[in-house]
């Protein structure tokens, strides 16, 4: 009885290493090296597990993410003062830009047209704003150096709301 009992335990223990072999082989792979953009046009696209991925990466430095599409005016509007901020904090503060609901022709063009020197990644669904609840563009997220998100400005954010945030940010950081 002993003997039947332990090839049981055996079988059974064989059973689950076998499932949790077949399982571990359907999970996502582990993105590896760095996720974040080398060019402000190579817009590889993202959906919210990589670019959470990416923004992990990001860990030790204040970021601010811009979500934007090459079709929406207030973007237009507030392009300019974005690409001066990003020059005005290169070294303490990472810019990333989120073009969406776009196609990379016109995406292009605007980052060309603006001089945006950071990097933007592709999101033709418009999934990584809806997954910070935001659902049209023009919007601006900040995230401290712990990767905590701090502030949210939906649509077109002033030049002034900006520039506080941006403070806010690089002062928590002192």
Known sequence: MRAMGRRLLGLALTGCLLLAGCTAGNAAPTPTGSLLPATPDALPQMNPATFNAMLAQQRGTPVVVNIWGSWCPPCRAEAPELAAAAKRYEGEVQFIGV??????????????????????????????????????????????????LVDTVPGQI???????????LTAQGA
């Open 158 to 168: 002033s030049p002034e709301d900006l520039e506080r945030a941006l403070q806010r």
């Open 99 to 148: 073009d969406a609901q776009d196609d990379r022709g016109g995406a292009g063009d605007y980052i060309g047209q603006y001089g945006l020197p950071y990097p933007s990644v592709f999101d033709p669904t418009n999934e990584i704003a809806v997954s910070y609840g935001l659902y049209s563009p023009p919007s601006t997220l900040f995230f401290d150096a712990n990767g905590a």
